[in-house]
């Protein structure tokens, strides 16, 4: 091991109380040792359990909310940080594309109080649109990127975070991946280290982001980069493992453990920073050692910028640029690259794994307004939420899907450019207060011609069910406003609006048709909870009388995993049974059914059954 200078390495205290946390309770923890006094964030998978487990600390000790998106929140963090206190933002990769334009200016700008970014990547593209890499984000705007590669590096490197964004003047990303965020590790935690308010700094030259200030401030960039590198040449959080000298592997993050398991003897340099790079130290690294690998998730960050100093480096030739990595991806890799033996072939299973594509919740409120939407005929933009599951067979409800609050603006393009076809957006509460309303302002002004379907279930619910300006509650569960979406949106100016109880499928239907028969545009709002959070409903269950079914199957095409195949059958096609489990008692299989053989089973009383 190379003797490197010593930092606040917090698993090294003697009076250890150990926990197990993951990583994204492991950020929190550090955030919270820092002294951070502002948090704000959009929920996010794989992020969201960062706010929420810091909304568990004292509310004396910091604020913590959800913001309506992650600009927003980016926002709330610089403004903490102007007047001078500790601040966080979390969110996902394509949460910082939303900040982006706050987040690049502050970089121009500094900081006063430490300003840190969560953001949590999504390697293998898990719950999210694409697999971007944040680390580009960095370099894009000279950020320093700190990457920990278990759930104790991810609260030391939290805390370190902060102290590094006020010595250099610069907001700090802590980047995580879905790998990190979920998995629980031992996590040796300390207390809290306050750190009273600086005070608002009146000093226009480098708070005001004009040309004639931005010019100036972009020299200091520069000269920051340069204090950064230094500091990385011999920081701690960078790790060199000597072993084998006939290859050398530089790696950061989570693939750090998986290099480990699969390399246990090599020469490894673990970089705690993967923006700015150490010159120095990966020169003499690289010296030292007669092959280099460069092991990294997704883009080629690191081995670029190697190559670009003139330093020989192999990499993406023998690992992929898409999807998560794990131990066995990497040894094909280093197999392929001649450092491992082959392993004997082992035995395969010939297994056939059970499908089990991704559905709608049994009794989601949003399957029969996609019902009516498929029945319509419309052309449909689709959001990020839930309901972008309605792209999937049977329901078929979705023709394009880009990104939050894409839908509308989506929809309006589709009309102005003369679609044949009615032109509908989905769109569902949390998304609309995030991104969708100056895209509705933008139809109503340009006089478009669309529908928009703003699916109201109470929550946001694909990350887990949180609060949001729509709720009524905040991120503690204290009482809030609650937004009036049909004042909302007769406010921008829209004159065709109808509310419609989203079980009732006659209604919905009708007014769909209504909706898409009036010229400009008209709102819908189907409003109904969430099945699921944040309390699980469960009314009576219904059930098929047998006898009486005629294996039409038209409930089927709910999608509604509560209905299954049985055993049965008429004229060759199989009548339909309901796992009573499963069966919320929402009866749009009642609706549907052709001759009237879905009735409620044993009398039972609704209930409402918390999680």
Not at 10 to 39: F, H
Request: net charge negative; glycine share 8%.
């Amino acid at each position: 091991m190379q003797a490197m200078p010593e930092t606040a390495d917090q698993s090294k205290r003697p009076d250890k109380d150990v926990r197990p946390l993951t990583g994204n309770e492991a950020i929190a923890r550090g955030a919270w040792e820092a002294g951070v006094r502002v948090a704000a964030a959009y929920p996010g998978t794989p992020s969201t359990e960062i706010m929420e487990s810091l909304a568990a600390y004292p509310a004396e000790d910091l604020h913590a909310q959800w913001s309506t998106n992650e600009k927003v929140a980016l926002d709330v963090a610089i403004g903490a940080s102007f007047a001078g206190s500790r601040a966080l933002a979390s969110m996902k990769h394509v949460g910082l594309n939303v900040a982006a334009d706050a987040f690049m200016s502050q970089a121009y700008i500094g900081v006063n109080g430490g300003l840190v970014l969560a953001v949590c990547d999504d390697p293998g593209i898990h719950s999210s649109q694409n697999e971007q890499d944040s680390r580009i984000y960095g370099q894009f705007a000279t950020v320093p990127v700190l990457e920990p590669s278990d759930a104790q590096e991810a609260l030391d490197l939290t805390r370190l975070a902060f102290d590094l964004s006020e010595q250099f003047d610069t907001m700090v990303i802590v980047r995580g991946t879905t790998r990190l965020s979920h998995t629980r590790s031992p996590v040796a935690i300390g207390p809290r280290s306050e750190h009273p308010s600086r005070g608002f700094v009146e000093n226009p030259a480098k708070n005001v982001m004009i040309p004639a200030h931005a010019r100036r401030r972009h020299t200091a960039v520069i000269e920051r980069e340069a204090k950064l590198k230094q500091y990385l040449e011999t920081a701690t959080i960078n790790r060199w493992e000597t072993g084998d000298a006939s290859f050398g592997v530089i790696t950061a993050g989570t693939c750090y453990p998986y290099v480990r398991e699969v390399l246990p003897n090599a020469s490894v340099l673990k970089l705690g920073a993967s923006w700015p790079l150490p010159e120095g130290l990966l020169r003499r690294y690289c010296e030292s050692v007669e092959r280099v690998f460069v092991v990294e998730e997704l883009e080629p960050v690191i081995e670029k910028e190697l190559r670009a100093l003139g330093i020989k480096v192999e990499g993406k030739q023998f690992f992929p640029r898409e999807g998560e990595f794990s131990p066995e991806i990497l040894r094909a890799g280093f197999e392929k690259a001649g450092v491992l033996e082959p392993r004997a072939k082992r035995a395969s299973w010939a297994l056939e794994p059970l499908a089990r594509p991704p559905v709608l919740c049994a009794g989601c409120p949003h399957t029969s307004s996609f019902m009516a939407v498929r029945a319509s005929g419309a052309r449909v933009a689709g959001d990020i939420g839930c309901y972008t599951l309605a792209c999937l067979d049977p329901l078929r409800g979705l023709d394009t899907t880009v990104s939050m609050g894409s839908s509308i603006g989506n929809a309006i393009g589709m009309a102005m450019a003369g679609d044949t076809k009615p032109v509908m957006a989905t769109i569902g509460d949390s998304t609309f207060l995030h991104a969708g309303i100056p895209s509705l302002i933008n139809a109503v002004y340009n006089q478009a011609n669309i529908t928009v379907l703003l699916l109201d279930n109470h929550i946001t619910a694909m990350t887990g069910g949180q609060e949001h300006p729509g709720t009524g509650k905040t991120l503690r569960g204290g009482d809030a406003p609650k937004v009036d979406y049909e004042a909302l949106v007769r406010a921008i100016g829209v004159t065709w609006v109808r509310t419609v109880d989203s079980y009732d499928l006659a209604q919905m239907y009708q007014t769909l048709r209504e909706a898409i028969a009036h010229r400009g545009v008209s709102v819908i709002i189907s409003n109904r909870p969430c099945v699921l959070d944040p309390m699980k409903i469960k009314g009576p269950a219904l059930a098929i009388v047998n006898e009486q079914c005629n294996a039409c199957q038209s409930c089927m095409n709910l999608g509604c995993p509560a209905l299954t195949w049985g055993d049965d059958t008429f004229e060759g096609r199989h009548k339909v049974k309901i796992d009573q489990s499963m069966c919320i008692g929402c009866t749009l299989c009642a609706q549907v059914c052709t001759v009237d053989c879905i009735k409620p089973a044993a009398p039972m009383t609704t209930t409402t059954v918390t999680q």
